[in-house]
């Protein structure tokens, strides 16, 4: 029977606890900011003029999140990533309690921009860590077993979250779906994602599973990089710029619409706090399951068609979730949106690195997750705007036409090319 190291069981329950804590701060973080009134306000920046706080604030952490990232990836090769999940987690919790305890334009934008670099070390760092403390035989099931929890735990974390405000509201005797209750969510989530530090503290069992060869020495101090090195970085690149086409689009149409769903179902068909958590719990568990799914569906049409085939059946869903007249139909629907638009993304990294030379796949791989965040920069400012101007419907428009090209950008570069 295959068993998992102390430190992997460690950190499955770092991972869980820290996705449930952000689960129910990501349910109420929109909510909050329209109960808060900055749907209505704006702050002036320089160079860029008046932009949407309620745009600002759900992009900012994706900008800083992008700016942070190469120096937390040298910080992490240094400090191991123990300690970067520990403080990714307590940065994660700083940012909630200061989100819950200042909620005035400052202070927002502040812890914000601390949940950016929060989200990347823990990027930066599962992975490495979970590879230090496995060995072959276990890997994989670690690996699998970290991406199911994430998404039950997500789910589950979505639905008990539905009931936070009410519970609160009522024990200290808060309007329902006010500010006050949804900061006191905040608070009950910097709770959980603090509690995720815990498991990782201390030394006991941690020693690391013999790893492979160490790689060969580098070049002496002062030494400059060789031409080879260079040369292969930027094949590495050209390979990927094919592969960035798509996630790449799918990101500015998404950074549209999927984070502000909330509002939507709740200005749209007045969804109360227990349904709009039953509802995202429904879409994480759906895409979950239908993700085990797409392997049997790429047995028939192969990876990158099954891909063209579930992105484009998820335009007319998107598109009927914009025209659904109650909030059940629209429910329903979006499930079906979110499951086809994302069952087949392990299938679109796997056929990324097929065809990809080995050494090029982690900046193959790096480029994609860069491109799939770049749309959320400037994304939400947009759609902040739009919304205050002319409501959801441009919305679902932008971002159909924006899920087309992606899936016509794949049929062009990946099918139709092979097909010749």
Known sequence: MLTLTRPARHYLVHASLLTFGLAISSLFYNLL?????????????????????????????????????????????????????????????????????WPEP???????????????LFQVSAAPFMMRHSDAAGRD??????????????????????????????????PPESAAAYRATFVVAAACTALAALPLLGRA??????????????????????????????????????FMVSPLLISCGAALLIPFLNLYFRERFGAPDTALGAIFAAIGLATGAATLAAPLLSRRLGKMGSVVLTQTLAIPCLLLLGLAPTLWVAAAVALARGALMNMAAPLYDAYAMERSPEPARPTVI?????????????????????????GFGPLFVATAGFYACAALANYLLFLRRRAD
Do not use: K
């Open 205 to 242: 069992g941690s020693r690391p599973v013999p790893a492979s060869p160490p790689p060969a020495p580098r070049a002496a101090h002062g030494e400059a990089a060789s031409p080879g090195a260079v040369r292969q970085l930027l094949g590495a690149i050209r390979a990927g710029l094919p």
């Open 366 to 390: 790096g480029l994609i997750n860069g491109a799939f965040a770049a749309g959320y920069v400037v994304g939400p400012a947009v759609s902040a705007e739009v919304q205050r101007s002319y």
């Open 141 to 174: 099931t670690l690996f699998a077993l970290s991406a199911g929890l994430n998404i039950g735990v997500a789910g589950v974390g979505s639905l008990v979250g539905g009931l936070v405000p009410g519970l609160l509201a009522a024990n200290f005797q808060l």
């Open 33 to 101: 900011l329209v109960a808060l009134g900055y749907d209505e306000r704006a702050i002036a920046l320089p160079f860029l003029g008046e932009l949407s706080l309620l745009g600002l604030l759900n992009g900012l952490p994706v900008l800083v999140a992008g700016l942070s990232s190469l120096p937390l990836w040298w910080l992490v090769s240094r400090v191991g990533p123990r300690p970067a999940l520990v403080a990714g987690a307590l940065l994660h919790a700083g940012a909630l309690l200061g989100a819950a305890l």
């Open 106 to 120: 400052v202070p927002l934008l502040l812890c914000a921009a601390m949940s950016g670099p929060a989200s990347v």
